[in-house]
């Protein structure tokens, strides 16, 4: 058994016999299951750093391929603004449980940098539903299933856009068109900005209801159609809004 220091996210925390907990850390290669003995009694100084959402370095004793234990942390952030908030919990723990479910597979470290810069932007205050949607489109090129968002028709090559077809991944014009729904123009410009977005230069964003919703709907359609992730955490959001 070797000490180790990792930085993470907390993002699952399960009581454990009487007053300790196991908790699921995500790092940028791996996720580890680790004890934290004792860390739910009132004196115990793991107390402030077992808690989901807590994005801290940690020291653990390893084991390869078994339970490790927490030692201590320092926290980077806790997210503070995120946890007193149920709305703000409930985007949070979708963003989460999704690049959990693609990280089981995936060795890529990007996605956990993804996941710490959108849920720093919810703590500040953004936007949840537009920086989960943001996630969920970057999350596509991970998948192997993203769209084709240049700005013209995926099918016939023409420079003109009709809406967004869930069925052939691209923009179509109107002669290409079978029965998609047709979205606003202004989601469909929205939906390519999105995925242009980069969330260290965000400083601000305005987007309406309405495009806020189209998109949303486009999201879902498209994660059935091509990704069979299905989350209950996004059942909950719709039930809350
Ligand atoms: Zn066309």
Redesign the pocket.
């Known amino acids: 058994m070797k000490i180790v220091e990792i930085e993470g996210l907390i993002i699952k925390s399960m009581k454990f016999k009487e007053n300790s907990e196991i908790l699921t850390i995500l790092t940028k290669d791996n996720v580890l299951s680790v004890i934290a003995k004792g860390s739910l009694k009132i004196k115990s100084n793991l107390r402030m750093i077992s808690q989901r959402l807590t994005y801290a370095k940690f020291n653990i004793y390893y084991k390869e391929d078994s339970l490790c234990t927490l030692i201590d942390g320092d926290i980077i952030n806790n997210f503070k603004n995120i946890i007193t908030d149920i709305k703000k919990i409930t985007y949070a723990s979708f963003i989460m449980d999704l690049i959990y479910q693609i990280k089981k597979d995936s060795k890529e470290e990007l996605l956990f940098d993804l996941l710490i810069k959108s849920l720093t932007k919810i703590n500040e205050d953004f936007d949840p539903l537009v920086i989960a949607n943001i996630v969920e489109l970057k999350c596509l090129k991970f998948l192997g299933v993203e769209p084709n968002l240049e700005y013209k ?1 995926g ?4 420079n003109e856009v009709s809406t967004i077809s869930v069925d052939n991944a691209c923009y ?2 109107k ?2 068109l079978a029965n998609e729904y047709k979205y606003s123009e202004k989601s469909l410009k929205v939906l390519k900005l999105y995925s242009l977005v980069d969330f260290e230069n965000l400083k601000t964003i305005n987007v309406s209801n309405k495009v806020k919703e189209e998109i949303d709907n486009f999201l879902d359609m498209y994660y059935d159609e091509y990704t069979g992730i299905y989350l209950k955490t996004k059942d909950f959001i719709k039930k809350i809004s």
């Open positions: 028709c099918i016939c090559g023409k179509v014009c002669n290409c």
